[in-house]
């Protein structure tokens, strides 16, 4: 394939690496970790590996060899892969593709012995009179410039196993998922950049994939890689991604950094969001409730709007304003019965929540005193309770309409909307989709009649009720739709937290000369910008994207990350909470290389741009973990590991690098079990 023009892809996505030369940079950031081991060594697969792992080599200062594999076309459809022959002798071979395609044993070893002697004629050009690098008891770094079915690297694999290495890394600038896992299972560590979706090809992740000759193969294993120093820095400098990532890092004691890094970050911004990649880890909490008190005595942030449902955060909301009934901040979290109910009813929550309250009681203003809402829109029935209760208070017939267009949910057997939701989606019920949205639009057409009866206190009941009217709305919508596929209900529900942020920062700013400035707290995976991630390349929004678009340079996006240490997660969706232990992060991970820079710090700060220079470390993709409130550790690779170019998906990460566990107010007995030490009873 020749030189690739902009816009060729026809995935409609810009190519990932210059060329394989910049490839081979970026996955040495990735395998950082092995830098200086002596008993290292890397393959490149020839010829089209060889630059990708030169520079891979060079950065590690490691030895670099060729291994030369084969492609074992199809006779006649030379195209399609039925195996591949690789240095040695090793043969493998897709049986199910052999018959499929009806070669017959004699077509087969035509095509193998034709291979074989290329193979041969190409590893003694290559080699010029140098035996094979002897790999047993070593580490094997095994590049190419990318994998499409994996035919090529099996064969590899499976011939590197009979030299008893002590370990098999596969590093790849691109690959299908699906390749990615099955190498995954087969090898010690698998690297790889991107995974684009949809998969066309190789040489679609390059804007330069021309032909590579044997002259630049055999000019490359002739250049030495082990006297080198290695590669990355910030922006010009040099030295190891560690020092690169210490050059910017700012203090952050517990996760906290100055008021002034705080503010200088934020600048004019009115929307601030703030991650966390659990639900469940104490400094996360802490941390953020910390940067957020900042921001409100400092910056004159108003509102905290959470990743939680609207009817529940509005009791908090009342109390913290000296509004309801509530008597205590422990009582006013009690609204938070739905699973998981740690995430807002713990020890840290209590203590902002009480925060607020005792400094919104100092203001006389009611207008100036700052709230706490819900983005979420998991509250189907206590969103329609709300509803119905404010019309009984406002207009009885319209209660009235309310309860009969609600009555189509009266199918449901449980609170989550789950059983509506699976039978509107497959026939087995009615849908209820026009009675809400009718019910929505009934509700805004009264708003001004209602909202000027008594003031401020009526708008904000009536903006209240709409919010709820604007739930039900779009969890009809969710639940019907979760049955379908994911990515159709994930941006359902992150749209709907960017419409009640929206429509939040309106109902602040009326009557001011400027926005209302709001902090969101989320998980990383809703608070950074999808487009930045795999799961954007499948189609996934998130908030903080949807935000980005919306208010441009008014926003900032802030992610925190921990190594390891304990974290309060269920095993299964709606099960206890438990204290789990995190395990350490995957040496090809953003967290890893944060680990790594920390030192004795324990926190610190990263903007991924300083002085206008985007912080060349944080570029490439890497594996960025994500903990929700389900952490399953047996199969965390799969189950918690996603790929994401930091730079782009968020504007600073907080990393604090051991952590523990989020301590719910309701403390179970599996809970505190889950905090006794593995030695336990010898260590007493």
Same mark, same amino acid.
């Given at each position: 394939?020749?030189?690739?023009?902009?816009?060729?892809?026809?995935?409609?996505?810009?190519?990932?690496?210059?060329?394989?030369?910049? +490839?081979?940079?970026?996955?040495?950031?990735?395998?950082?970790? *092995?830098?200086?081991?002596?008993?290292?060594?890397?393959?490149?697969?020839?010829?089209? &590996?060889?630059?990708? @792992?030169?520079?891979?080599?060079?950065?590690?200062?490691?030895?670099?060899? @060729?291994?030369?594999?084969?492609?074992?076309?199809?006779?006649?459809?030379?195209?399609?892969?039925?195996?591949?022959?690789?240095?040695?002798?090793?043969?493998?071979?897709?049986?199910?593709?052999?018959?499929?395609?009806?070669?017959?044993?004699?077509?087969?070893?035509?095509?193998?012995?034709?291979?074989?002697?290329?193979?041969?004629?190409?590893? +003694?050009?290559?080699? =010029?009179?140098?035996?094979?690098?002897?790999?047993?008891?070593?580490?094997?770094?095994?590049?190419?410039? &990318?994998?499409?079915?994996?035919?090529?690297?099996?064969?590899?694999?499976?011939?590197?196993?009979?030299?008893?290495?002590?370990?098999?890394?596969?590093?790849?600038? @691109?690959?299908?998922?699906?390749? *990615?896992?099955?190498?995954?299972?087969?090898?010690?560590? !698998?690297?790889?950049?991107?995974?684009?979706?949809?998969?066309?090809?190789?040489? =679609?992740?390059?804007?330069?994939?021309?032909?590579?000759?044997?002259?630049?193969?055999?000019?490359?294993?002739?250049?030495?890689?082990?006297?080198?120093?290695?590669?990355?820095?910030?922006?010009?400098?040099?030295?190891?991604?560690?020092?690169?990532?210490?050059?910017?890092?700012?203090?952050?004691?517990?996760?906290?950094?100055?008021?002034?890094?705080?503010?200088?970050?934020?600048?004019?911004?009115?929307?601030?969001?703030?991650?966390?990649?659990?639900?469940?880890?104490?400094?996360?909490?802490?941390?953020?409730?910390?940067?957020?008190?900042?921001?409100?005595?400092?910056?004159?942030?108003?509102?905290?709007?959470?990743?939680?449902?609207?009817?529940?955060? *509005?009791?908090?909301?009342?109390?913290?304003?000296?509004?309801?009934?509530?008597?205590?901040?422990? !009582?006013?979290?009690?609204?938070?019965?739905?699973?998981?109910?740690?995430?807002?009813?713990?020890?840290?929550?209590?203590?902002?929540?009480?925060?607020?309250?005792?400094?919104?009681?100092?203001?006389?203003?009611?207008?100036?005193?700052?709230?706490?809402?819900?983005?979420?829109?998991?509250?189907?029935?206590?969103?329609?309770?709300?509803?119905?209760?404010?019309?009984?208070?406002?207009?009885?017939?319209?209660?009235?309409?309310? #309860?009969?267009? *609600?009555?189509?949910?009266?199918?449901?057997?449980?609170?989550?909307?789950?059983?509506?939701?699976?039978?509107? +989606?497959?026939?087995? &019920?009615?849908?209820?989709?026009?009675?809400?949205?009718?019910?929505?639009?009934?509700?805004?057409?009264?708003?001004?009649?209602?909202?000027?009866?008594?003031? =401020?206190?009526?708008?904000?009941?009536?903006?209240?009720?709409?919010?709820?009217?604007?739930?039900?709305?779009?969890?009809?919508?969710?639940?019907?739709? !979760?049955?379908?596929?994911?990515?159709?209900?994930?941006?359902?529900?992150?749209?709907?937290?960017?419409?009640?942020?929206?429509?939040?920062?309106?109902?602040?700013?009326?009557?001011?000369?400027?926005?209302?400035?709001?902090?969101?707290?989320?998980?990383?995976?809703?608070?950074?910008? +999808?487009?930045?991630?795999?799961?954007?390349?499948?189609?996934?929004?998130?908030?903080?994207?949807?935000?980005?678009?919306?208010?441009?340079?008014?926003?900032?996006?802030?992610?925190?990350?921990?190594?390891?240490?304990?974290?309060?997660?269920?095993?299964?969706?709606?099960?206890?909470?438990?204290?789990?232990?995190?395990?350490?992060?995957?040496?090809?991970?953003?967290?890893?290389?944060?680990?790594?820079?920390?030192?004795?710090?324990?926190?610190?700060?990263?903007?991924?741009?300083?002085?206008? #220079?985007?912080?060349?470390?944080?570029?490439?993709?890497?594996?960025?973990?994500?903990?929700?409130?389900?952490?399953?550790?047996?199969?965390?690779?799969?189950?918690?590991?996603?790929? @994401?170019?930091?730079?782009? =998906?968020?504007?600073?990460?907080?990393?604090?690098?051991?952590?523990?566990?989020?301590?719910?107010?309701?403390?179970?007995?599996?809970?505190?079990?889950?905090?006794?030490?593995?030695?336990?009873?010898?260590?007493?």
């Amino acid at each position: 394939m020749g030189r690739r023009t902009a816009g060729s892809d026809a995935s409609g996505a810009a190519p990932a690496f210059r060329d394989r030369r910049e +490839a081979g940079r970026v996955l040495a950031r990735l395998l950082e970790t *092995y830098r200086g081991d002596p008993d290292v060594i890397v393959l490149g697969l020839a010829r089209g &590996g060889i630059p990708v @792992a030169w520079e891979v080599a060079s950065a590690l200062g490691a030895p670099l060899d @060729a291994f030369v594999v084969r492609k074992i076309g199809a006779p006649g459809r030379e195209e399609f892969a039925v195996g591949a022959l690789a240095s040695g002798g090793r043969l493998v071979v897709n049986d199910d593709m052999v018959r499929d395609l009806r070669i017959s044993a004699e077509q087969l070893r035509e095509v193998v012995d034709r291979e074989g002697r290329e193979l041969i004629r190409r590893e +003694a050009v290559y080699r =010029q009179g140098r035996p094979p690098a002897d790999v047993s008891g070593r580490t094997v770094i095994v590049v190419d410039d &990318g994998l499409a079915t994996g035919a090529s690297m099996f064969a590899v694999v499976d011939t590197l196993r009979t030299a008893d290495p002590a370990k098999i890394v596969v590093a790849v600038p @691109a690959a299908p998922e699906s390749t *990615y896992r099955e190498l995954s299972a087969m090898v010690d560590e !698998m690297v790889c950049a991107t995974m684009p979706s949809p998969f066309l090809a190789v040489g =679609q992740s390059f804007w330069d994939f021309s032909q590579v000759s044997d002259d630049e193969v055999r000019d490359l294993l002739s250049t030495p890689t082990t006297a080198t120093k290695g590669t990355g820095n910030v922006a010009g400098g040099s030295g190891s991604a560690v020092d690169a990532i210490r050059a910017v890092a700012l203090d952050a004691p517990s996760g906290v950094p100055s008021t002034e890094a705080i503010l200088d970050l934020v600048g004019g911004a009115n929307v601030v969001l703030i991650g966390e990649s659990s639900h469940g880890t104490h400094e996360f909490y802490s941390a953020r409730a910390e940067i957020t008190k900042r921001l409100i005595e400092e910056a004159g942030f108003e509102a905290v709007a959470a990743e939680a449902d609207w009817p529940d955060a *509005y009791r908090v909301d009342r109390y913290v304003r000296g509004g309801g009934t509530d008597t205590s901040a422990e !009582m006013s979290l009690r609204g938070f019965e739905r699973f998981p109910g740690w995430m807002w009813r713990n020890t840290v929550m209590v203590e902002f929540t009480q925060w607020l309250r005792d400094r919104n009681d100092r203001i006389d203003d009611p207008r100036a005193r700052t709230g706490f809402y819900g983005l979420d829109l998991y509250s189907l029935h206590r969103s329609m309770n709300q509803v119905v209760e404010y019309l009984d208070t406002v207009d009885r017939a319209a209660a009235d309409r309310a #309860r009969e267009r *609600y009555g189509c949910f009266d199918l449901l057997s449980g609170e989550d909307g789950q059983s509506y939701g699976y039978a509107a +989606a497959f026939g087995a &019920g009615e849908s209820c989709e026009t009675q809400a949205v009718d019910q929505l639009v009934d509700l805004r057409a009264s708003a001004a009649a209602y909202a000027h009866r008594d003031g =401020q206190m009526a708008e904000d009941e009536q903006f209240h009720a709409e919010r709820n009217a604007s739930s039900v709305r779009d969890a009809e919508a969710y639940y019907r739709t !979760m049955f379908g596929g994911r990515v159709s209900s994930w941006n359902l529900r992150d749209r709907h937290m960017v419409d009640t942020l929206d429509a939040l920062i309106t109902h602040l700013g009326r009557g001011k000369n400027s926005p209302a400035k709001v902090v969101v707290w989320a998980h990383n995976s809703h608070v950074g910008d +999808a487009r930045a991630t795999e799961m954007g390349a499948h189609g996934e929004l998130t908030v903080g994207q949807l935000v980005r678009e919306l208010y441009g340079n008014r926003c900032r996006l802030i992610g925190l990350t921990t190594h390891d240490g304990t974290v309060t997660a269920s095993s299964t969706w709606g099960g206890p909470a438990e204290c789990k232990v995190v395990r350490p992060s995957l040496s090809t991970s953003i967290e890893s290389l944060l680990h790594e820079a920390v030192g004795e710090r324990g926190a610190f700060m990263i903007p991924t741009t300083v002085d206008g #220079r985007v912080v060349d470390v944080v570029k490439p993709p890497r594996l960025e973990r994500a903990i929700g409130v389900i952490y399953r550790p047996e199969t965390e690779r799969q189950s918690h590991y996603f790929h @994401a170019r930091v730079a782009e =998906q968020f504007d600073a990460i907080i990393h604090i690098d051991k952590t523990t566990a989020l301590e719910p107010l309701n403390r179970t007995s599996l809970w505190v079990a889950g905090q006794v030490p593995e030695t336990y009873p010898s260590a007493l």
